[in-house]
């Protein structure tokens, strides 16, 4: 029999404590392994226990959401966390994932969509609950369209920037993006008149710079 996916719980409140921990009690292949009250408390336990998956609010006292997920995933790059908040809007839903957290999710959801994203995290997958996922899709399109028309360049031409900014060869992009080398080294010259700009490196600091793929860890 495999071991139970260990979870950790983080929330101010009692009540929503206790009402997390009834749900996932009854799921055998989840075990809830200890509660804190906020984010030192549940930073210590989390060194202390070593849990799978943490479950954390975004808003509590003494250490918030944000401080308490980069800190944890600083202290412990193995454990997931899945965001549990009542706030559905794009910035703190960004806020948290930029932090480290692997999930997203409402506390209106129903008690199997908790599940499903406990166990899409214990897979090594991100989730996010449907609205949440709604509201960042709709953030991303808006931001993506709204840049690419900024700076005069098409769809086709900005796929190009991200793929070259992720360090991927002509040939790898070519592969991803379904089209030929020779079209993808058209559109990367067209770029490059576009913007005034004729290397590698100065496509991708530009692509940083303008949010259009995040900073690399190094930078």
Same mark, same amino acid.
């Given at each position: 029999?495999?071991?139970?996916?260990?979870?950790?719980?983080?929330?101010?409140?009692?009540?929503?404590? &206790?009402?997390?921990?009834?749900?996932?009690?009854?799921?055998?292949?989840? &075990?809830?392994?200890?509660?804190a009250s906020d984010g030192v408390e549940g930073l210590?336990?989390?060194?202390?226990? &070593?849990?799978?998956?943490?479950?954390?609010?975004?808003?509590?006292?003494?250490?918030?959401?944000?401080?308490?997920?980069?800190?944890?995933?600083?202290?412990?790059?193995?454990?997931?966390? $899945?965001?549990?908040?009542?706030?559905?809007?794009?910035?703190?839903?960004?806020?948290?994932?930029?932090?480290?957290?692997?999930?997203?999710?409402?506390?209106?959801?129903?008690?199997?969509?908790?599940?499903?994203?406990?166990?899409?995290?214990?897979?090594?997958?991100?989730? $996010?609950?449907?609205?949440?996922?709604?509201?960042?899709?709709?953030?991303?399109?808006?931001?993506?369209?709204?840049?690419?028309?900024?700076?005069?360049? !098409?769809?086709?031409?900005?796929?190009?920037?991200?793929?070259?900014?992720?360090?991927?060869?002509?040939?790898?992009?070519?592969?991803?993006?379904?089209?030929?080398?020779?079209?993808?080294? !058209?559109?990367?010259?067209?770029?490059? &008149?576009?913007?005034?700009?004729? !290397?590698?490196?100065?496509?991708?600091?530009?692509?940083?710079?303008?949010?259009?793929?995040?900073?690399?860890?190094?930078?």
């Amino acid at each position: 029999m495999k071991s139970p996916i260990t979870v950790l719980l983080v929330d101010d409140h009692p009540v929503v404590r &206790k009402g997390v921990r009834f749900c996932l009690v009854q799921e055998e292949r989840i &075990k809830v392994v200890g509660e804190a009250s906020d984010g030192v408390e549940g930073l210590r336990l989390a060194k202390e226990l &070593k849990p799978d998956i943490v479950v954390t609010d975004v808003e509590m006292p003494q250490m918030d959401g944000l401080e308490f997920v980069t800190a944890l995933r600083r202290a412990l790059p193995a454990t997931a966390v $899945l965001a549990f908040s009542v706030h559905a809007d794009a910035e703190h839903i960004q806020h948290i994932i930029e932090s480290g957290a692997h999930g997203y999710i409402l506390k209106q959801a129903d008690p199997e969509q908790l599940v499903q994203a406990i166990d899409a995290l214990h897979r090594g997958e991100v989730f $996010l609950s449907p609205q949440a996922a709604r509201v960042v899709l709709g953030q991303l399109v808006g931001v993506q369209s709204g840049l690419a028309s900024d700076l005069g360049l !098409t769809p086709r031409e900005r796929e190009v920037l991200v793929g070259i900014a992720e360090g991927h060869s002509n040939r790898e992009i070519a592969r991803r993006l379904g089209v030929g080398v020779r079209t993808i080294e !058209t559109h990367r010259a067209h770029l490059m &008149k576009k913007l005034d700009i004729h !290397t590698v490196a100065g496509l991708t600091k530009f692509a940083m710079a303008r949010g259009i793929v995040p900073p690399h860890p190094d930078e």
